[in-house]
């Protein structure tokens, strides 16, 4: 047990007390399918040059929501792009059956097991314009921890693609096309931004991811300007989404006028980087609704 001191203080805490070779994390609402640790661990082990084996999840709730196959539902706005397929993603792939033996708890549970595959390589690229990883299901090596160092405490909502991103700069990954978390859904996440305050929450959230890419995508100058084309488009698109909940807030009208000021410079960063908001620009001189 330690002080509440977020997600991430957490994880550093658990990750100190762990004793073992492979790290995972589970969050108390969620839940590991009964083969998720035996499968990844028999990865890490087929595949010693990768950092973490991450892996497709499902998700559910208390109601009979159940959607077995759900990572690109959950990752929606990157699988969007058709540029985005496991293929493109990464240089390798192998069928999951001819790589290992499949748990037998994987084999009665899932029909289609046979057709699935485990893709290997480095994903630093597409990772750092794209949230397409569910970050909860990765079994991770204590060696790369012990070289990347912990989760940042200060990060909050984003902690896990921040770490991630640090370790995906330096290593490659491997990920299987099986669901080994599934993510419970309910209405006290953390991660949440329903309700009456879900706006200015998801401006919030924006932020946070804002600086995270931001301070990746910059850390090193001759990687930036090499894809420096890529990175100011995706950077202008999170400067609008920063700027556009601001714009759609439902909070008294002196609040919005305030947000619409916090919402210009967002949108002028936005415009330099050549992703045009010239609407969303008059819209915050506007009266509210």
């Not at 509440?4 to 590991?32: F, K, M, Q």
């Not at 714009?247 to 009208?253: A, H």
């Amino acid at each position: 047990r330690t002080e509440h001191g977020g997600v991430a203080h957490a994880r550093n805490v658990g990750t100190r007390a762990a004793t073992g070779e492979y790290l995972a994390y589970l969050d108390s609402d969620d839940r590991l399918y009964p083969y998720a640790i035996e499968l990844q661990a028999a990865l890490l082990d087929r595949f010693p040059t990768v950092a973490f084996v991450c892996a497709e999840m499902s998700g559910f709730d208390d109601h009979g929501y159940f959607d077995r196959y759900h990572l690109k539902t959950y990752h929606a706005s990157a699988y969007r792009d058709l540029a985005v397929t496991y293929d493109r993603i990464f240089s390798t792939s192998e069928s999951l059956s001819a790589v290992m033996r499949l748990p037998a708890t994987l084999t009665a549970d899932d029909a289609t097991v046979s057709q699935r595959r485990v893709y290997t390589g480095s994903v630093f690229d597409v990772y750092l314009l794209k949230t397409f990883l569910c970050q909860n299901s990765i079994l991770v090596r204590r060696a790369v921890i012990d070289e990347v160092g912990d989760r940042n405490p200060g990060v909050r909502h984003w902690q896990e693609v921040d770490f991630l991103l640090r370790i995906c700069r330096r290593h490659p990954i491997c990920f299987v096309d099986v669901p080994t978390y599934q993510l419970r859904y309910h209405d006290g996440q953390i991660s949440g931004t329903g309700g009456i305050r879900g706006k200015d929450a998801w401006a919030r959230k924006q932020r946070i991811l804002l600086r995270v890419i931001k301070r990746h995508a910059l850390a090193d100058d001759g990687y930036y300007q090499r894809h420096r084309v890529a990175i100011d488009r995706h950077l202008a698109q999170l400067h609008r989404a920063v700027a556009v909940p601001l714009l759609l807030s439902d909070s008294p009208e002196a609040c919005r006028l305030g947000y619409a000021r916090r919402a210009r410079p967002y949108l002028r960063r936005a415009a330099l980087l050549s992703a045009p908001s010239d609407l969303l620009w008059l819209s915050s001189y506007l009266p509210g609704p």
